[in-house]
């Protein structure tokens, strides 16, 4: 039921901020803060209950009939993976409304309601285990996401909406058309006719089958990842949404993409997924270099970062595609830690524009005289993005690039050129931006507010560097299953 | 007339009575109020004679109308559509100075011709079910009489649809001369024979030709965008819905009685339409700056979804195909009306804006309507909360199980397409706007109607068991209980002018010499 509840509240609490929003501004902010703390508080329990668990691997389960045509069931359940996901999700929910404190004046009440709702689409799809929920879920985030940049987004927001719900709408269509397949293809094989993910892991499919299967679901979430060439609706989408809404997408929304790799893709298609493996590395090691390289020529801040993220989730590709534990376990890592440092950075771009009116780097420079605190923040992220060592994301593509030798020293070691080219970003950002003469005569550094929320954000991205143990334990069980797949059922 | 199935019959009993007393009463005393209550009276009268009827089914009423269950489901769908038009018609209507009765009038008379057709069993009622829908139609496109738009609408559709009569009439006759059978049992039990009778074949291509005009099918479409566009909003949803219901479920019934269903002529025939309709519809709708042209071309596109549903589910058995077609109907009449409903409320007699400009920033002038229209689109784009979603999820399902792949793909492109176009309403309804489009205030019967149909998309589109169970019917007629050993007389006289509409437009040579006596044999 806790798994039920989550979603209820957070479903509630968005109408209820669209409800109190008619009555005070503050309202629908302060509602969205306690929605999500009460979610948190169901969640955080859980994790103490996560050392008990000796040898199962679903920590909790609900199970309920839904439409008995189809034997479709609402069917929730969570694991470790979903767990670090979870509170992720909603930790990250808690920075945006909080970043989003002064930047949202229109319509507060609207843009708490869709900001929960992506929320609540967004625990769906990691809590859902029928793959037509999962579906539903996918595809419900989307609307309230198109809102929030469609109505809160900067000037080019049109399009950007338009780009990022067409994207991910039609990768989606080949994923429902990927799952249905399989339903009947299971049915075909057991007569029954379930969308169940248990039951469907123990589908009879022919090799060249599930190699079609496969592409379907890789389609919906490489381009959801987003990996090179399917990222062109991501650069638009961060730049034109709203803070709140980048921290959504980048710190969130793209881990469902990775996620769906880990959950759906590797176990369904053990056999179908090891043959693929090559591409999925050559894409992963393509999306770090050409994500980097892009980011590199940007002049638009917000921009730069999204590139940024392309980058990062290459490393997730390859670590999901590497397939052992080691690189596994970097993925989920690099997925939380990457969460984090978007996060900060979009935050710190949004901040930015606030004040200036302009994300344009050329309009830029000698800040850190100004405003120290932003400066030494930045520098904090800027430096955690590129990986260094003590930080979450450093762990995280060690972590996946220790994996993926094994398995592929190629793609491996082109993915690994990706660590030299994150300074030359990362560095590029600081020296623009805060470097050199004061292109102003004052800015206002960051507040208690701001501050605040990046101390948080800091805080654990030290805390994933230097205690990753902690994150790494929970998400083991789960992990260890994935990597001992290949092997259970060869081809 | 046995007494069951006079009972069974309650339902078109009620609904020609009331068209009647609604006639004399506009008589003696014309009062728009009581010409539209007097209408939800008796369409609630009608459902709730279809509820009473419900347990007694099937039933084969006469040998012309066969009741069962697949017409008790699409009965409760086309008077609930109607009941929500005749609401908006209320709202519509009610500023215009003089003789607006008789729309409520041909709004019932056109229901009783859909719900004969839903009845239908035999060609004469295909034909006169068609005809009353037909003609009741007319006069209501064109029923804004000092517009020119309307009247060009109505002149239209009058010289398309008499053209499409023709061709169904000539069609019947050509499969008559052949078979000498007009009973759609009776053909099926013969079988139709399309691939070795040409005649017959021509005949079914004639029917098919007139069917794929009243479901403007591409090529035969040419008529819906300014037909749609030219009528009163509300009429417009009353075409797009009630009509197209009507007539596809007869046709499902036919091409399943006659045993044509799972013809490959037919159905490679019918699979080219579905990609044209598909492919043409959603393509056309991107160029559209009207709301009720993209909703025309995003009809003729549902209309090829559905038409790919048709021939997928064929390969795949009975069941399916009412589970499929009836759910997809009932989506589909729920979505269009509401969104046409938006339209309706917006405008009245005197001034309709469908620009799409004249949305722009609906959605901070009056949000509630907004909404309905975004649930509607994102309905019609089929995103999962609302029930066009399972609807699209259906014509997904059963085109993966048949592996018909051609038209899968047909309609993932015209989904891709379809979202850019109903996205594009959405987006312009979210701008704020400097000089807002003056609209009558929204009238209480067109707001509850409204809102109600928007609960119903979302409360379908979540949890729809029970659509899913009311539309799975059982259509063929081995089940049904014959009630009509005493109306040999009856319905040969009605076969006898069946035969004398035929032989008026056929050679009368082609005539078989007996007719056949359309009785079932007294073992069944």
Known sequence: ?491 | MTVPAVIALLPWIVLTGAVVVLMLAIAIRRSFPVAFWGTVVSLLGTLASLAWIRSDLPIAATSLLRIDAYTWFFGILLSGSALAVACLCFAYFRKRENENEEIFLLLLTATLGGMTLVASNHFAMFFLGIEILTISLFPMIAYSVRASLPLEAGIKYLVLSGLASAFLLFGMALVYGELGLLSFEQIGRLGLGLESRPLVLTGVLLILAAVGFKLSWVPFHLWTPDVYQGAPAPVTAFVATVSKSAVFALWLRFLVDVQADRSEILACLLGVLALASVLAGNLLALFQQDLKRILAYSSIAHMGYLLVALVAAGRLGHQLLSETVGFYLAAYTITSIAAFGVVSALSDDTREDANVDDYQGLFWRSPGLATTLTVALLSLAGIPLTVGFLGKFYVFAVAVEAETWVLLGAVLVGSGIGLYYYLRVVWIMLQPTEKPVPSPPLHPAAGSMLALLTGLILALGVFPQKLIEAATNELRPESVTHNDAELATVMRRLTDMAASMVSEVGPRSALPAPLQPARFSPDR
């Open chain 1, 1 to 491: 039921m806790t798994l039920f509840w989550l979603l209820l509240i957070t479903l509630v609490g968005g109408i209820c901020a669209a409800l109190t929003g008619l009555w005070r501004a503050e309202a629908p902010r302060i509602a969205a803060l306690i929605t999500l703390g009460l979610d948190l508080l169901l969640v955080l329990p859980l994790f103490a209950g996560m050392d008990s668990m000796t040898n199962q691997i679903w920590l909790l389960q609900l199970d309920w009939a839904w439409i008995p045509r189809f034997g479709i069931r609402f069917h929730l359940a969570l694991d470790g993976l979903s767990l670090l996901l979870v509170a992720l999700t909603l930790f990250l929910g808690l920075l945006a409304v909080g970043c989003s404190w002064t930047e949202i004046r229109e319509r507060p009440g609207l843009f708490h309601f869709n900001l929960l709702w992506t929320l609540a689409g967004v625990l769906g799809v990691f809590l859902a285990l029928d793959l037509f929920l999962f579906f539903f879920f996918w595809e419900v985030m989307l609307v309230p996401m198109y809102f929030l940049i469609s109505l809160w987004g900067h000037e080019n927001r049109a399009y950007a909406a338009m780009k990022f719900f067409l994207f991910t709408q039609i990768s989606g269509l080949f994923m429902l058309f990927a799952i249905l397949a399989l339903v009947f293809l299971h049915y075909q094989s057991s007569r029954s006719l379930t969308f169940d993910y248990s039951q469907l892991l123990h589908a009879d499919l022919d090799p060249g089958a599930a190699r079609w299967l496969l592409l379907g679901f890789f389609l919906a979430f490489a381009v959801k990842l987003p990996a090179v060439p399917f990222h062109t609706w991501l650069p638009d989408a961060h730049t034109q949404a709203p803070t709140g809404g980048s921290v959504l997408l980048a710190g969130i929304l793209l881990k469902t993409g990775a996620y769906g790799l880990l959950r759906f893709v590797l176990p369904l298609f053990p056999g179908a997924a090891l043959d693929f493996a090559p591409i999925g590395l050559g894409l992963g090691g393509l999306s770090i270099l050409y994500g980097a390289k892009l980011a590199f020529a940007q002049s638009d801040f917000k921009r730069l970062i999204a590139y940024t993220s392309v980058s990062h989730m290459g490393f997730v590709l390859v670590g999901a595609f590497a397939g052992n534990r080691e690189a596994l376990q970097g993925a989920v890592m690099t997925m939380l830690a990457h969460g984090v440092s978007a996060a900060a950075l979009f935050m710190i771009a949004g901040a930015l524009q606030e004040r200036l009116h302009t994300r344009e780097m050329g309009n830029m420079g000698g800040f850190w005289t100004l405003a120290p605190r932003l400066g030494a923040i930045t520098l904090f992220f800027a430096v955690a993005s590129l990986g260094m060592p003590g930080l979450g994301n450093f762990v995280g593509e060690f972590l996946v690039l220790l994996g993926g030798f094994r398995v592929h020293p190629g793609w491996t070691t082109v993915a690994t050129l990706g660590l030299i080219v994150a300074p030359v970003y990362a560095l590029v950002v600081i020296q623009k931006v805060f470097h050199g003469p004061p292109r102003l005569a004052s800015l206002s550094d960051f507040g208690m507010r701001e501050t605040g929320l990046m101390l948080a954000l800091i805080a654990a991205s030290v805390w994933m560097g230097l205690y990753p143990r902690s994150m790494l334990a929970v998400s083991e069980a789960t992990v260890s299953a994935l990597a001992r797949l290949p092997a259970q059922r060869g081809t």
